[in-house]
């Protein structure tokens, strides 16, 4: 957790619509997946978080928009940064 931060701040949905919750946040999190390439496409501000082998990452050679990191401590950096 974010220290600052409670459990309140963090809302959990069943069902969403995704360009509409893109639409309506400030930053995207996430580790591969193609709602972080739409979000960038839309300008939002991206974090992809890819912990482990980089040789894995699927868009490690990919010119993407976005603050990579890959530990905990520089997500928690990164998202304190946004905040």
Do not use: C, W
Not at 27 to 34: A, E, I, K, P, R
Not at 42 to 60: C, N
């Amino acid at each position: 957790m974010i220290e600052g931060y409670s459990e309140q701040d963090v809302v959990l949905l069943d069902e969403v619509n995704i360009p509409e919750l893109i639409h309506s946040v400030d930053v995207v999190l996430g580790f591969y997946s193609n709602i972080l390439l739409d979000a960038i496409a839309i300008g939002k501000k991206v974090i992809r978080y890819f912990p482990g082998d980089t040789e894995k990452d699927l868009l490690r050679h990919a010119t993407v928009e976005a603050d990579f990191v890959s530990t905990y401590p520089e997500l928690e950096k990164a998202i304190k940064k946004v905040l």
